[in-house]
């Protein structure tokens, strides 16, 4: 029994080393590298009378802070862990938000070494952008400088948490060595015919004066930035061609069985890609031939070859006024005939209707009634081609001609900005018109390069001269490929080693829901792309992904007008709140931090009054990580006292280890459950490694039973992580529809290996019988499952059924289920 009890303190200890080292560091010591670390005396005086760990908090993260920072330098045989979390906005200031996601990723981090992987954990910065910008200007300082500074602050910070960072890979999307690459893709895309410079109609921001993107504009049209209304401009813009990958991007998240609901996100965002995408040549009644295309997207190629007139309805770019728009014809390059647009504002009689636009059709009644109206011909004399042809002849004319998404529109990634990668073009200076990408050799294109508007040699263009694109790229472009340069920062050769990229994909990454379909779609998409032209093995960068919830905080709102207060600004009459100063009520709720709502809670001052452990353990126990956690609706006591506990009951090893007595059996089992108990809560909670390291030197301080199960002169993070017994029992759980429809423990020589159709017929046949047996006489059956399986740990059975099978309806056989098993028990 004692050897057992030493295997379960030792499995105990190895448990609190999964989770974060939080540590105040100076800004110059980022991390230790060690071969070995040779294990320190305690802190602490050991054994102890009152075993109360959580009063000497202070005291432990001083003494065993370059401990809990220790990465043993050693080669994986396990091979690699990329775990990156969505890097910051160096905005200045860490927030709660960033203390979270980066210390769930740096969990996975730890875990994964302990588990003998070679792990890559990186962090760099989003430097460019508007807010820093404007931020510069209201301070009458260059952005850069701006930027920089709060760089220098935000590193500090992030130090000062104790996370685990490779610092030797930080990289910074402002910087000149990174943003040659972001340039260098530009012209690659270019090269490849998917950067285009047309009109298109976009969103413009009359107070800052730059074009914004579909997803900076608010439900209600405002921008995300000034809150002012936004205008729709057409403008003449860099747009990348994703819809040509809009299909391909599409059926690979089916392939991505880790996404979950991600999937669901993004797909609903591209949307359905069943329809095939034609750019038709516009031109003036006068022969003027437009610089605009007419994107028509339709589900049978044939008909263009049988088409003579376009019908628009309202929210279309052309959709001026109504009937027939008499100076403008769209160039059918089937037929080679123009073709007539006319705009109707009600249409009840088709709902083929995409990007507010469709063909026209000699059978549809409505549509004759409107070519007699406008005297068009719906007739055509040329033969009807089959839909192939159609294809064919489009691409070949470079009129499109691809199967793609029904509303997806191109990326336009041309922004009226100062601070931003600039596009690296040269426009004829005779021509405007004419351009040509800068060359790799003069690229990185600076800032200043950009500023004035000198003529620039180049041979390329027909006047042998050209001036430099003054507009910068979108963000997103800079973030689109960052998870690649972390695994080769300092390569000033090439954007990545064929090498280094054998580390893709990113194992695990870690970031906010809200960047599911705009940023994940975009990464992807450059992924895809560098697979095409061979850079990449893989298209897909992102194997898992795990999207932390939000952290909430109490917010004040007053009923009358949606102000929100300040808690000093409210006080409580009974049970309600009101405004401190004229009594109206207050509406009092929890909502995600921010500045407006003046609801923000500082994690440095919590790290200086809380201490850093207890801080992290907080934001880490507080809430499974997809959820949200609601930040002050419980105090710490609790997490103290089960602090305590836990070293209560290392003190007593200790003490009983120091003068070796023997136990009787009753005491013997008594112990052993309560370890088990204490192992348990373990593997449900956090623990940082300063009091893990203090434990576990306590524990090392006495003779152990049996020597060969832990290596007693190294630190905690140098131990293993404990591996179950084989004959151990996993928990087999059962889901469907969101719903928990049973768990049981099973043993793992009995499940851990079964397919998923295997583990069905086991769910039936023995452990959730009776979920089945009320399933099938409810007249239903599932027609898929999924099995994952995290060895030692847990089986998850996933079901899934058609339509007919409801929440409510399986809510309703778990109520039997529950009633029936209490029944079994209570007789």
């Known amino acids: 029994m004692a050897g057992t009890r030493d295997l379960n303190v030792f499995l105990l200890a190895s448990h609190w080393n999964m989770m974060l080292p939080l540590v105040v560091v100076s800004p110059t010591r980022i991390i230790f590298q060690r071969n070995h670390s040779q294990l320190r005396k305690p802190c602490l005086q050991w054994p102890n009378k009152i075993s109360k760990i959580a009063s000497e908090l202070p005291a432990i993260e001083r003494y065993w802070h370059d401990e809990a920072l220790s990465v043993q330098s050693t080669k994986s045989a396990r091979g690699k862990k990329y775990v990156l979390s969505m890097f910051p906005y160096p905005s200045g200031r860490l927030h709660m938000g960033h203390m979270r996601v980066y210390s769930i990723s740096d969990v996975l981090a730890r875990y994964y070494r302990l588990n003998d992987y070679s792990v890559i954990h990186p962090i760099g910065w989003d430097a460019f952008g508007l807010p820093a910008e404007n931020a510069a200007r209201e301070r009458n300082v260059e952005p850069k400088e701006w930027t920089q500074g709060n760089i220098e602050v935000m590193r500090k910070q992030l130090l000062r948490s104790g996370i685990i960072f490779d610092w030797e890979r930080e990289l910074c999307t402002c910087s000149p060595d990174y943003y040659r690459w972001t340039q260098w893709l530009f012209c690659r895309l270019h090269s490849h015919g998917l950067a285009e410079h047309r009109h298109a109609e976009v969103n413009w921001d009359p107070v800052d004066n730059t074009v914004l993107a579909e997803e900076q504009i608010d439900i209600n049209g405002l921008s995300w930035r000034s809150g002012a209304r936004a205008e729709k401009r057409k403008l003449k813009q860099w747009h990348i061609m994703t819809t040509k990958f809009a299909k391909r991007l599409s059926d690979g998240l089916k392939r991505l069985d880790q996404w979950e609901d991600i999937a669901d996100i993004q797909s609903n965002w591209i949307g359905p890609c069943d329809v095939w995408r034609f750019m038709l040549q516009m031109k003036k009644k006068n022969g003027e031939v437009s610089e605009e295309f007419f994107d028509l997207r339709i589900r049978d190629p044939s008909e263009l070859s049988q088409c003579a007139m376009l019908v628009i309805r309202k929210g279309h770019p052309l959709a001026g006024g109504l009937g027939h728009d008499a100076n403008t014809v769209v160039l059918n390059f089937v037929t080679g005939r123009e073709m007539s647009i006319v705009f109707v504002p009600v249409d009840e009689t088709s709902s083929e209707y995409f990007l507010n636009a469709r063909l026209a059709h000699k059978s549809s009644s409505f549509d004759a009634v409107l070519a007699k109206k406008f005297n068009v011909s719906l007739n055509i004399a040329s033969p009807r081609l089959d839909a192939e042809d159609v294809i064919q002849i489009a691409q070949k004319g470079k009129y499109g001609g691809y199967e793609t998404s029904e509303n997806l529109l191109d990326w336009v990634v041309s922004r009226q900005r100062k601070w931003g990668t600039p596009i690296p073009v040269l426009f004829d200076a005779v021509n405007s018109k004419e351009s040509v990408p800068v060359l790799d050799q003069d690229l990185p294109v600076l800032p200043q390069h950009t500023s004035n508007r000198e003529l620039v040699p180049c041979e390329r263009l027909s006047s042998g001269k050209g001036v430099r694109e003054t507009d910068t790229l979108d963000t997103f472009f800079d973030s689109s490929w960052y998870y690649l340069r972390f695994l080769d920062s300092h390569n000033d050769r090439e954007l990545i080693s064929k090498e280094s990229c054998k580390q893709m994909p990113v194992d695990v990454y870690v970031g906010g829901v809200e960047h599911a379909a705009v940023h994940m779609f975009f990464a992807r998409f450059m992924s895809y792309f560098l697979h095409d032209i061979g850079v990449m093995e893989n298209p897909e960068p992102f194997d898992h992904l795990l999207t932390q919830g939000v952290v909430r905080a109490k917010t004040f709102i007053r009923v009358d007008n949606g102000e929100y207060l300040k808690e000093a600004d409210i006080i409580k009459k009974g049970s309600e709140y009101v405004d401190r100063k004229d009594g109206y009520a207050v509406q009092v709720l929890y909502d995600k931090m921010s500045k407006s709502k003046h609801n923000g ?72 459950e309560e370890l088990r108990a204490l192992y348990n809560a373990a593997t449900r909670h956090v623990i940082v490694p300063h009091i893990a390291n203090e434990l576990w030197s306590a524990l090392c301080s006495v003779p152990a039973i049996n020597e060969s199960l832990w290596n007693r002169n190294s630190v905690v993070s140098e131990q293993k992580w404990p591996i179950p017994d084989s004959d151990a029992e996993t928990e087999f759980m059962l889901t469907a529809l969101r719903l928990s429809c049973g768990r049981c423990s099973v043993p793992r020589s009995v499940i851990e290996n079964c397919s998923a159709e295997e583990a069905l017929k086991l769910s039936k046949e023995k452990y959730h019988r009776l979920f089945f047996d009320l399933l099938a006489e409810s007249g239903h059956e599932p027609v898929t499952c999924k099995a994952k399986v995290h060895k030692g740990l847990l089986y998850i059975l996933t079901l899934k059924f058609d339509n007919s099978v409801s929440e409510k309806d399986l809510s309703k056989i778990l109520k039997t289920v529950i009633r029936d098993v209490m029944k079994v028990h209570f007789i």
């Open 601 to 672: 809670v500082d994690p440095l001052q919590l790290l200086d009054s809380d201490g850093i452990d207890l801080t992290r353990l907080q934001l880490i126990a507080a809430a499974s990580p997809r959820s949200h956690i609601d930040w002050g609706a419980t105090d710490n006591r609790g997490l103290k006292k089960w602090l305590n506990r836990v070293s209560s009951l290392v003190n007593e090893y200790v003490k009983q280890r120091q003068v070796p007595v023997a136990l009787e059996p009753t005491s013997c089992c008594e112990t052993e």
